[in-house]
DNA sequence: TCGCTATTCCGAATCGTTTTGGAAGTCAAT
DNA sequence: ATTGACTTCCAAAACGATTCGGAATAGCGA
């Protein structure tokens, strides 16, 4: 199972071998069929280990996922894992995962990765204001691709999605319908997409409305919502996850409200549960797997060498309307246009 | 950076460096003092890959993730990965996370992390009756732990979760509501859990009830549920999974009819959705992240050398009573008893 | 002084691959 | 016969850690 057994039942060398099987030209044609088909037939697998000492390159791409509470569960992380994993394959490239609770624990776990070299690029998330992870690499120069801007003076490769813009359409088309009162529940402000979405938001609003920060998981979307409901009483109310939204739409039922007629909701990620919410979740959907997916092809240069730069997009995000906001209650020529509204399920018709 | 750089500025050999890191007692403490100070002075970390190579050892445990429709999105995979994580961290393993569609893909992946030596052991999730990864892995005598039983007269080590135990008695309870067509929304019965599932419904039914068999997705389960509706008109459906659960929910109030009342739903998971859906999801819970410790544990002793006999645990599962379920409508002496069952949902009441 | 045991250290081999810098052989042109 | 160009192969040196089998020194009793 390794070359030297190869290279002693055909009586060459080890460096022959090597070579015949890395496609060298210095290797005749007869040679290199004997080996390919020896190695074949042993079902030869070069050791990793040995590969990657020789090379200096790990061959793998690090992932750290965040195991607090309501962070690891978040569709979202399966979501890119699932994209990047054959992005990577196709690459020849392991991946990583580590998991670690935000804190020391994380930095702890990034620096595992570079310092032992376990990795040759890494891949992040989630990113922060202040960012320590990104101020990190960004001294290593360890090449990294994020998801999510930062705020620093220095380049770094990132992907990500305008929350901004989409978040100040979805408020502006809450307004549309005639809502004035419109909240946010947003995640924490710590987080650089919470920020964009909130700025959105209020760009739309002109004025702050109501606002909750919580972190984004259904129970503390539900606890906000009910909150909300008590002291500001919004007719409408953006949520910065759908997982916000689904703890929201349950806290706007148990107040005896009815979700899209007394109170309209939208969401953000459309995840694959938003079809399946009573009402059906108007959310806003974001390219998690072709994000992905690009975040590899740019990780994959920053190995090769290339630099930050140039590698800077921030993509569009686009309103899947579906029965969760509709018209305010308060506009009286609309009572006639609700109905229909609420009856046609974009998913549902077509069925 | 390496052992041969602090031998260097200390005047010792690469030998007595490694030594005395390894903690071999046959260094002075003085010099193992040195050793150490320097060591931390540099912020000495050992060169994975060549450790690997020398000891003959990954250092690694391997997940392979299914890339299939409905599959990866599932809360289940990253529930045991964010389990998995700590308790591998704290062996000192790193985890390897491929992707692959089931199929060919997916035994490619299975065969190059063992024969690539990238792993020192595999966990694998969601068996099937006849499962090409463990007769593979077997065959290799590979340690690994499955999450699940399988259909093979050989012994591995797994951590199982006694669906069926858990399907018969929501079944009964089903039938102590005075169910009396209830239906099972159940996975592919290529799937082992599938068929205890399925079994523990039958065993308490006595006789086959409506049954769809469907890839655990809210869509398929959405689609199963109306299926059901129109052709059995069941007053129950236990659904094999939250996911389907989820879109039967949908199903049931998009066909007009009210779940917990018309026709009650039991799910399997206990997702942190199951809460939050309408009315809250009766469900039955099972405690992944206990088991994927388990199972780490498991893979520890088998990569030490341990026999898998003695390693094979079924766990019970728990019911969570919430609203999705209640008396069945034709039983007249119930009606009185049903509205406190609906309004109370256990959840709700402590917040 | 001689041997003996502890203590403390180190040279060299090893893991399996890649790669540098030739070496040996063939062939045609001079 | 010599030269040069080409083809085909290989020895040996890495990569960085671990480990076997000593070696050197010191201390001690005989």
Redesign the pocket.
């Known amino acids: 199972?390794?070359?030297?057994q190869i290279a002693g039942t055909l009586?060459?060398?080890?460096?022959?071998v090597?070579?015949a099987?890395?496609g060298y030209d210095?290797?005749?044609?007869?040679?290199r069929a004997r080996v390919t088909a020896e190695a074949a037939r042993i079902d030869?697998r070069?050791?990793a280990a040995?590969?990657r000492?020789?090379?200096?390159r790990a061959e793998a791409v690090g992932v750290v996922l965040p195991t607090a509470a309501g962070q690891f569960d978040d569709p979202f992380f399966l979501r890119m894992l699932s994209a990047i994993g054959p992005a990577l394959a196709a690459a020849g490239l392991d991946l990583l995962v580590t998991t670690a609770r935000p804190g020391a624990d994380e930095m702890r776990a990034y620096r595992s990765l570079v310092e032992n070299r376990k990795v040759d690029g890494i891949l992040l998330a989630r990113t922060r204001r202040h960012d320590e992870r990104i101020a990190y690499l960004l001294d290593q120069s360890f090449p990294f691709v994020a998801h999510g801007r930062s705020e620093t003076s220095r380049a770094f490769a990132y992907v990500d999605i305008d929350g901004e813009t989409a978040c100040r359409e979805a408020t502006e088309r809450l307004l549309g319908f005639g809502h004035r009162r419109i909240g946010l529940i947003n995640a924490p402000d710590s987080y650089m997409f919470a920020q964009y979405r909130e700025a959105g938001w209020l760009a739309a609003l002109g004025a702050p409305g109501p606002l909750r920060r919580v972190e984004a998981t259904e129970e503390n979307g539900f606890q906000a919502m009910r909150d909300l409901l008590r002291t500001d009483g919004p007719t409408a109310v953006l949520c910065a996850t759908d997982r916000i939204a689904v703890g929201a739409l349950h806290a706007v039922a148990d107040a005896g409200l009815v979700v899209g007629r007394d109170v309209s909701i939208i969401g953000f990620d459309d995840l694959p549960l938003a079809t399946y919410t009573s009402p059906p979740l108007t959310t806003i959907a974001q390219p998690i797997e072709r994000a992905a997916r690009r975040m590899v092809e740019m990780l994959l240069a920053r190995i090769a060498g290339a630099a930050p730069d140039a590698m800077q997009e921030v993509w569009p995000a686009t309103l899947v309307a579906r029965a969760s906001d509709g018209l305010a209650l308060q506009d009286p020529q609309t009572q006639q246009n609700r109905e229909p509204k609420h009856a046609t399920n974009p998913h549902l018709s077509r069925l």
């Open positions: 199972m390794s070359l030297a009586g060459l060398s080890v460096t022959t090597s070579r099987l890395a210095d290797v005749s044609a007869a040679t030869y070069p050791n040995a590969r000492l020789r090379r200096g």
